[in-house]
């Protein structure tokens, strides 16, 4: 096991609040934190019309999750180092791959209830049945707390 924090972004406010999260825990413990971002091209243009192949595809990730880490810098006031990383693929796969031998897998909730779950699945329950180290999902009222 190593002392690495994974966290997982994806743009969305869960994903902003899970980095939060982590950056304070890998601040107070001396863990380093990487950031990962999946992305995945599909070739279909419906889908991202404003996308025009995988290169493409992965610099929006790549300067979505930028942003997000720029944002959550600026809310704590800190300068934490972190490593990026993008990985192509699936959510799940990708975070529980980058998290193989980590200490910790944290992941933002986006507070759907159980029938968004049921008809669509949910990253962060995939994450919890595949991963190998634990995994700390960072509920929608963490928010309101903070």
Excluded: F
């Amino acid at each position: 096991m190593t002392d690495k924090i994974i966290v997982g972004v994806d743009g969305s406010d869960g994903g902003r609040r899970a980095l939060r999260w982590a950056m304070e825990e890998a601040a107070r413990t001396g863990q380093q934190l990487d950031v990962v971002t999946a992305w995945h091209w599909a070739g279909v243009q419906e889908m991202a019309p404003a996308v025009n192949g995988p290169q493409e595809q992965r610099h929006v990730a790549e300067e979505g999750q930028a942003r997000d880490i720029a944002t959550v810098r600026a809310e704590l006031g800190s300068q934490l180092p972190v490593t990026q990383v993008l990985v192509q693929g699936t959510p799940a796969e990708a975070l529980t791959d980058a998290a193989r031998g980590a200490r910790l897998l944290v992941l933002g909730s986006h507070g759907y209830g159980r029938l968004h779950h049921a008809v669509l699945g949910s990253v962060a329950e995939e994450c919890i049945r595949l991963a190998t180290c634990p995994v700390v999902v960072v509920p929608v009222s963490v928010a309101a707390a903070a």
